[in-house]
């Protein structure tokens, strides 16, 4: 339980910090492109910066522990048993699409915010952090997501050590991952109706 205060916090300081010095660098503002003096213009592109780093970032370190903590439990089985490898391989990759899914959101984010293309310096600050609020579910529920499947996962790879398959254990695992899956179309619905043309 401990832990998972601890970890509960880290999240809640990192969004927390993230918004902050989001706030401060859109008061600043930045230049506008193609503007004769450079005056000072919407600051849409740090949220939308912001919005790319916590679709990416929260869901990868997520995923990343999870891969690890699930590794550690196959690497054992399949240091007593080669052949249940293969099973066990299963169980570490599950934990994993949390990050894909936060790196397909933040190419979402990236394509619609015209970062990709170069307009991003027209992007007004409502709009950018319309894309920081859509990075969000999956930001969060990626990284508790993928936290909370890789334990899952590794009681998986309990079963497959004593009984050989773990085929029950994946539909566990599976139905962690049916938020992650949810908040993924959250912020996608969320990302494609950012009015950035309008």
Do not use: H
Not at 28 to 36: D, F, H, L, N
Not at 115 to 126: A, F, K, P, R
Request: with cysteine; charged share 10%.
């Amino acid at each position: 339980m401990k832990k998972i205060k601890k970890f509960a916090a880290v999240v809640i300081i990192a969004l927390l910090a993230l918004t902050v010095c989001g706030a401060v660098f859109a008061e600043e503002g930045v230049p506008t492109i193609g503007a004769a003096e450079a005056p000072k213009g919407p600051a849409g592109y740090v949220w939308a910066a912001i919005a790319v780093c916590v679709a990416m970032i929260l869901p990868g370190i997520g995923s990343a522990l999870g891969v690890g903590m699930a590794g550690r439990a196959a690497a054992g089985v399949s240091a007593e048993d080669p052949d249940k490898g293969g099973s066990c391989l299963v169980f570490e990759l599950l934990p994993a699409t949390q990050g894909l899914y936060g790196f397909v959101i933040a190419m979402f984010i990236l394509v619609f915010s015209g970062i990709l293309n170069g307009t991003v310096m027209q992007l007004s600050t409502e709009l950018g952090r319309s894309f920081f609020y859509a990075s969000l579910p999956i930001g969060v529920v990626g990284l508790v997501s993928a936290y909370f499947q890789s334990r899952v996962c590794c009681a998986g790879i309990g079963i497959v050590a004593k009984q050989g398959n773990g085929g029950m254990g994946i539909t566990f695992a599976i139905m962690v991952e049916l938020y992650a899956i949810l908040a993924l179309i959250i912020s996608i619905l969320m990302v494609v109706r950012v009015p950035v043309n309008a």
